[in-house]
């Protein structure tokens, strides 16, 4: 029964979600269902989407664990987006190629995949967040989840200074699981702030007290370097829930999941809401 529960070890020397995990917690196809646009955005700007650039996440034991942004968390979202009209533009932190949890992979579903190979080019070849000074071509922001968010979007001062300026123009934030560590960055060394930007928001967010349990059920091969929920709070973002239920939330401009369930749920509030925003500033 132990191997069952076990993360595992892989190829690379780097740790796998246990048997169990997989079983109960992935599928070979998502729950996407699209929905109706009866006007589509027809204009130039892009939904920005940042992603992680590095999938391995050492754990509070060492071990390290095989992560990046959950393929559902990212391309479930980005099918509503696109059915509402929009293109993207990606990035990562230094403009290496995109990492994915590909154990997590949707593996049968034909939309996913669709994308997928849309949007392959950008992703094996996305900009760097240091390279984009400002957000004028875009008409949102989309930060998919994912372990792997946490390894160095957190620190990153590019980042920080784009979503502060997302912030003073209430341009969409759409963002869910893990992603929200995200916004730890608009107040790091170099971005000119000293508070983060989402002080007295609430938001979504993959909880601690999940991430401390999972370990136990081998998706995690050990517990967390650091805690997601807990230095956002530090900062003053309340986070809504107690565990995770695929809920969704918006506050002001940011638009949030809590976990990779809620990626249907996030691409059915955020993408009329982005349309919207668009719409209504002419974009």
Same mark, same amino acid.
């Given at each position: 029964m132990g191997g069952l529960f076990s993360a595992k070890l892989n190829a690379e020397g780097n740790y796998d979600p246990s048997p &169990?995990?997989?079983?109960?917690?992935?599928?070979? #196809?998502? +729950?996407? +269902?699209?929905?109706?646009f009866p006007t589509k955005y027809t204009g130039q700007k892009t939904i920005l989407v940042v992603c992680t650039d590095d999938g391995h996440l050492k754990m509070a034991n060492d071990k390290v664990f095989n992560t990046g942004n959950h393929p559902v968390e990212? &391309?479930?979202?980005?099918l509503h987006m696109s059915d509402a009209g929009f293109k993207f533009d990606i990035a990562t932190s230094s403009g290496k190629g995109v %990492?994915? @949890?590909?154990?997590?992979?949707?593996?049968k579903d034909a939309r996913v995949k669709g994308l997928h190979d849309e949007v392959r080019k950008m992703m094996e070849s996305p900009k760097k967040l240091?390279?984009?000074?400002?957000?004028?071509?875009?008409?949102?922001? &989309?930060?998919? *989840? *994912?372990?792997?968010c946490m390894l160095n979007l957190p620190s990153n001062v590019a980042l920080g200074k784009l979503l502060n300026i997302a912030h003073a123009r209430a341009l969409p934030t759409v963002t869910l699981c893990h992603g929200p560590s995200a916004f730890l960055s608009t107040c790091v060394d170099g971005t000119g702030q000293s508070e983060c930007a989402y002080k007295g928001y +609430?938001?979504?967010?993959?909880?601690?007290?999940?991430?401390?349990?999972?370990?136990?059920?081998?998706?995690?091969?050990g517990h967390m370097p650091? #805690? %997601?929920? @807990?230095?956002?709070?530090?900062k *003053? %973002?309340? %986070?809504?829930? #107690?565990? @995770?239920? *695929?809920a969704v939330h918006q506050d002001r401009e940011l638009i949030t999941g809590d976990s990779p369930d809620a990626a249907q749920n996030l691409g059915k509030l955020a993408a009329p809401l982005i349309l919207k925003y668009a719409q209504d500033n002419r974009l």
């Open positions: &169990f995990t997989l079983f109960m917690a992935t599928s070979s #196809k998502t +729950k996407y +269902k699209a929905q109706e990212m &391309f479930v979202p980005m %990492v994915l @949890e590909m154990w997590a992979y949707p593996t240091a390279d984009i000074p400002n957000l004028d071509p875009y008409a949102a922001i &989309f930060i998919p *989840g *994912g372990h792997g +609430k938001t979504m967010c993959f909880t601690d007290k999940t991430d401390a349990f999972t370990p136990s059920i081998g998706y995690l091969p650091w #805690k %997601v929920q @807990e230095c956002l709070e530090a *003053g %973002v309340q %986070v809504l829930n #107690k565990s @995770e239920s *695929g």
